[in-house]
């Protein structure tokens, strides 16, 4: 989950280094640091925080030279501090910067120990720079060659880039299980795990396959895949623009996100629908033969994008007829899946990269499924290239840590989806052109709920002071509520759960008094009803009501209750993705009341490439 960058040129690459982190740093933020190569001799500068206190460390510490890494740091082995920040480096000027998990770290940090090697931190990425000196010590070769011994030692996932004052003209980088790409300049290259940081200096880009090892100077790039055959890989130019990922006029990248979601959702659509029609060839040459025969969907994901599955499973099941079944991808990995004949294996992930849905994609090759779907926001990463089939979201750049626009895309995404599984199980072609009709209003029905923004910002004053919440909606409005219950805890660090309605009184009711505030969004539905029958309970228990309600829902406010008017008329096939922004917009607006950092709230970071 943590960010890496590196560069080789004729000039000072150290801004290059620095300016990569502050693009990466919503993937880590406990941490920073940068090596480099000062006229052959290695330097490091390291700060516990963010990348602002590095720019602190290098103001009172200059640095510079043509080649180098960087870091930013999520925590996972020893605790955020400067002492376990990266990079880390061994004897004679060594040094790595790593992404990922090694499991074998503590037999490795114990061999090392016995041969004379002194550990600084508490990391397991100090582990694989003294393995490598190491080998290179004990005749292994070259650094490539000490590099490559190093990799087939260890067991876990890692993307890692090294430098050495022993060859200072070149990087060496390897991966398994986390990304790293390889940005192509002339005369000069780079290495990041994200596009993102490079998009300043380059828009070329080589991305590395599982397992393979490169070699990266500033004239040469070179290639070795996991059988230890050199490989050329596509240089590809990515269609980002280096401002994609700034701010604008906005406070927080949240805040932006949330208004960028109609043109998200329309540029999703776009090009995809036509006359009425779903172009079902978007999905990939396949498309056609492999929807024909699916006969049950099983969708796998994590946090917002299973919510996104979730609302998917209501869609699919009603308009299509045929099972769906929707799982957490950590889960899925660890049981034994009865895989029901002609079965199409769905995965949802913002980033492409998310660990636990890469490796249920790979375990789900050999469980007999018809073939495999990625809805993923990122064209270049894992998930794409190992799917048969691919729907991007289009959604651009979401440097939120909490995700708003890739989850209003995945459900313009996934209904597409619904349309065409249906149209080959029972729907004619004026069912249809209705479905597509609906779908291409979403758009238009975000931005007239955007203008709730400022409601928002008020409704926010009351939740201030509060330390839980409920959220409740019913049928395919049940997921949306737990996004909303994701959202306010992720950023505001309020506590706050979500149910279906109707398992009030099935336990959650015994929490209900004037103290906590209770959420629920109530389009007008055949489940309208009895909906506000639940809400009758909350009120009989002295719970305050915040509904989100259709204007012809009958639901007015009244001491005790708040009714906030969404779009008139908003269908089954619309409702989830227009009622999920008042709640992204209400867990905001709390979060900048409480202070909280809204874009990198405290234990989280975006790209969730770890275990």
Known sequence: MCGIVGAIAERNVVPILVEGLRRLEYRGYDSAGLAVLADGHLERRRRMGKVAELDIALEEQPVSGPAGIAHTRWATHGAPSEHNAHPHISRDGLAIVHN????????????????????????DTESIAHRIHQHRANGAGDLFAAVQATVEELEGAYALVVVS??????????????????????????VASDVSALLPVTRRFIFLEEGDLAEVRRDRITIVDSAGKTV????????????????????????????EQPRAVAQTLEERVANGRLLE???????????????????????????????????IEQVCRIPCSVEIASE?????????????????????????????????????????LAICNVPESSLVRESDLVMLTRAGPEIGVASTKAFTTQIAALSMLVIALARHHGTDAERERGLVSRLIEVPGLIEKTLVLDEKMAQLAERFVEKHHALFLGRGILHPVAMEGALKLKEISYIHAEAYPAGELKHGPLALVDD???????????????????????????????????????????????????????????????????????????VATLRGTDVDQPRNLAKSVTVE
Do not use: W
């Open 281 to 315: 060839a978007a999905f990939g040459p396949a498309a056609t033969a492999v929807f024909r025969a699916t006969r049950n969907v099983h969708i796998i994901a994590c946090g917002t994008s299973y919510h996104a599955g979730m609302v998917a499973r209501y869609f």
């Open 100 to 123: 990922g998990i090694i499991e074998n770290h503590e037999k490795l940090r114990a061999e090392l120990e016995a041969d004379g090697y002194q550990f600084t931190s508490d990391t």
């Open 332 to 372: 899925y990995r660890y049981r034994s899946p009865v895989v029901p004949p002609d079965t199409l294996f769905v995965t949802i992930s913002q980033s492409g990269e998310t660990a636990d849905t890469l490796a249920a994609l790979r375990l789900a090759r050999e469980g007999g499924y018809l073939a495999s």
């Open 232 to 259: 050329d890989r596509p240089v590809r130019e990515s269609e980002l623009s280096a401002d994609a990922a700034e701010k604008g006029p906005y406070r927080h990248f949240m805040l932006k996100e949330i208004h």
């Open 165 to 190: 004052e022993s060859d200072p003209d070149c990087l060496l980088l390897a991966r398994r299980g986390c990304p790293v790409v390889i940005g192509v300049g002339i005369g000069e290259n780079f």
């Open 515 to 589: 103290d906590m505030p209770v959420i629920a969004v109530a389009p007008n539905n055949d489940l309208l009803e009895k909906l506000k029958s639940n809400l009758m309970e909350v009120r009989a228990r002295g719970g305050e009501l915040y509904v989100f309600a259709d204007p012809e829902s009958g639901i007015e406010s009244s001491d005790g209750v708040t009714v906030i008017q969404m779009p008139r008329h908003v269908s089954y096939f619309q409702a989830p993705a227009v009622y999920t922004v008042p709640l992204q917009l209400l867990s905001y607006h």
